[in-house]
């Protein structure tokens, strides 16, 4: 089974030894795996010494390569051009910005977000039945409901003309959402002010570095689909941003971030941060590596896709081959849908 590798650990060179990735601390070998094997390699900042040869086998096997700051931000990517040699399908993504087919794509990508969203907060409320904040969050969930089918029924024949439309409909629902999971929150009795992109604040931080891992494995299964990541269409056009890995983020933020930091605080964990030379606050070291390993832990469980058990994952790779094959062939393009 081809397999992710997350390297994050001070001092660790890799190494490429006949066939084999090494990794070595302190001229010691402290793992090996069969290069044949790797899909994914995540490269944290603290790690040393990379070798030519290794990264020259790795994109050779067709690994991709990701370089990643502390925030778990990748910074660059490295992989095989032909990955991405595909061109109809970029061609036709392109082409679908300027007919509906990009408003079909944000409609159900935004849909979909929504009712993920919704089973999140099911998913919390099984275990709150007969609690004070139990009729609060159904009366959240009820108006999510209604702004989801507002976003159904609307209609127009570019994405530029319905756009904001649907992003005032999406905030709508968003604000009841974030309202629930502060009900959440604060029922174990810490403080969580709302959602919030800048705010230093422990909760947000773990949110905005869940979604940094999630954005790793989404421009991954994009660029192997042979897509572009920068076409988008839920989310604007803006020179650096990754607008298309941002609109298919939308599908598994609630199930794949949302859900394990939730989860992380109700069972009693309560995030660390510190502060660094330049007055600035990180999440502590402790709080990260539990946030990391529960992601990667919902990753690698299954869920139901399409019939059958998937890694979630996987599910993310198959849901961007579905949109990839919307775009070539016109195919349906139904969004995954999170148990709860």
């Known amino acids: 089974m081809l397999k992710e590798l997350i390297i ?7 190494h490429k030894v006949s066939e084999r990735l090494v990794l070595k601390k302190h001229g010691k070998v402290v793992e090996e795996h069969a290069i044949k094997e790797m899909q994914d390699l995540v490269i944290g900042n603290k790690c040393g010494m990379v070798s030519i040869s290794l990264l020259q086998e790795l994109i050779g096997n067709g690994t991709q390569i990701h370089f990643v700051d ?46 993920n969203q919704i089973n999140t907060i099911k998913y919390f409320m099984k275990s709150r039945r007969g609690h004070a904040i139990e009729e609060e969050l159904k009366i959240l969930i009820d108006a999510m409901k209604f702004h989801n089918q507002k976003i159904k029924n609307v ?100 199930s794949i971030v949302d859900r394990p930091v939730i989860s992380l605080i109700t069972r009693g964990h309560k995030p660390e941060i510190e ?44 849901q961007v081959r579905d949109i990839a094959s919307f775009f070539r062939e016109n195919k349906k393009f139904k969004g995954y849908i999170s148990r709860w």
């Open 8 to 14: 994050d650990d001070y001092g660790v060179n890799l």
């Open 70 to 115: 502390f925030k778990e931000e990748p910074f660059t990517t490295l992989y095989a051009p032909g990955h991405h040699g595909s061109v109809k399908a970029r061609r036709e993504q392109l082409i679908a910005y300027h007919d509906n087919r990009g408003v079909a794509l944000a409609k159900e990508i935004i849909t979909t977000k929504i009712l």
């Open 155 to 254: 209609q127009g024949e570019t994405i530029e003309q319905v756009r904001k439309e649907i992003v005032s409909i999406e905030a709508h629902a968003a604000k009841r959402y974030w309202k629930a999971v502060k009900l959440i929150l604060e029922e174990k009795g810490l403080e969580f002010p709302g959602r919030s992109w800048q705010l230093q604040e422990p909760v947000n931080m773990m949110f905005n570095y869940g979604y940094a891992i999630l954005r790793t494995r989404v421009t991954s299964a994009i660029i192997r689909a042979g897509l572009e990541t920068y076409a988008g269409f839920f989310h604007v056009d803006r020179s650096g941003r990754i607008s298309f890995v941002l609109d298919v983020m939308e599908i598994f933020r609630p």
């Open 275 to 318: 502060e660094k030379e330049d007055g600035s606050f990180y999440l502590s070291g402790k709080t990260l590596k539990l946030l990391r390993e529960s992601i990667n832990n919902r990753l690698e469980s299954k869920e139901e896709f399409k019939g059958n058990d998937y890694f979630l994952r996987t599910i993310i790779q198959l």
